[in-house]
């Protein structure tokens, strides 16, 4: 019903961080192919290879990059180890593009970010941006970043 309902008001897919990659696959997948939905997984710097591979496999949208195992929020860059991942998964030719979140928040991390992966989502320092300023000043907030 959920997916159902989802699909009725346009939207085209769902991240569910907590929903484990093979209860997805046994019981959902199905499910969200009907509704034509995309199921978004996350990895991190400590998933396997193997488990990458595996959700690439299984995935039709993208593959979101937690950049790092730290709270999200906005950073001024990042350091060599997550650059160093950030090359390791660009370097691994999975068919789904990957997208890298958490401390994207200024054009440096912005930069950073896409130098390797197809692009990035902005949360916390948008939503910041948002408490204190008007929607049609959104524009201006995306000038800063790119």
Do not use: W
């Amino acid at each position: 019903n959920f997916c159902r309902k989802c699909a009725e008001i346009g939207i085209d897919g769902l991240i569910i961080p907590d929903l484990p990659v093979g209860v997805y696959e046994t019981n959902y997948q199905a499910i969200f192919e009907q509704n034509g939905l995309l199921n978004i997984f996350l990895i991190t710097p400590q998933t396997s290879e193997e488990r990458i591979r595996h959700i690439d496999k299984i995935s039709s949208g993208f593959i979101y990059m937690v950049s790092s195992a730290s709270v999200t929020g906005s950073q001024n860059s990042f350091g060599k180890e997550q650059e160093n991942y950030f090359k390791k998964i660009a370097g691994m030719d999975l068919k789904n593009p990957q997208i890298i979140g958490f401390g994207i928040g200024n054009r440096a991390t912005f930069l950073q970010a896409t130098q390797h992966q197809k692009g990035a989502i902005i949360g916390s320092a948008f939503v910041n941006f948002l408490k204190k300023n008007p929607l049609q000043n959104i524009p201006d907030f995306i000038k800063t970043i790119v």
